[in-house]
Nanobody, 116 residues
């Protein structure tokens, strides 16, 4: 059974930083695609950033230059470093994985609130 446990959300002022963490179990982490999505109230869930097995990354245009996704395969953990946060970054952030078998899972979500 795949499990993703997120942490690191919270309340921060505009211009501040937060780091989200997501620790996975039940998958071969080193070969899994890992990603962060976010969903604001009344909006659809959108991709924020993803990182593939060999470290290639992809970012939403709205976070390029401000957010960085990284992974530590020894800890089965993916991170999202968020800098220069803006009010429009306020959302519930979800960790996502899909391994080479095609097994996919979502985390429970962590709230990020940016006050202006």
């Amino acid at each position: 059974q795949v499990q993703l446990v997120e942490s690191g959300g919270g309340l921060v002022q505009a211009g501040g930083s937060l780091r989200l963490s997501c620790t996975a179990s039940g998958i071969i982490f080193s070969s899994a695609l890992m990603g962060w999505y976010r969903q604001a109230p009344g909006k659809q869930r959108d991709l924020v950033a993803s990182i593939r097995m060999y470290g290639s990354t992809n970012y939403a245009d709205s976070v390029k230059g401000r957010f960085t996704i990284s992974r530590d395969n020894a800890k089965n953990t993916v991170y999202l470093q968020m800098n220069d946060l803006k009010s429009e970054d306020t959302a519930v952030y979800y960790c996502y994985t899909r391994d080479l078998r095609g097994v996919a899972a979502w985390g429970q979500g962590t709230q990020v609130t940016v006050s202006s």
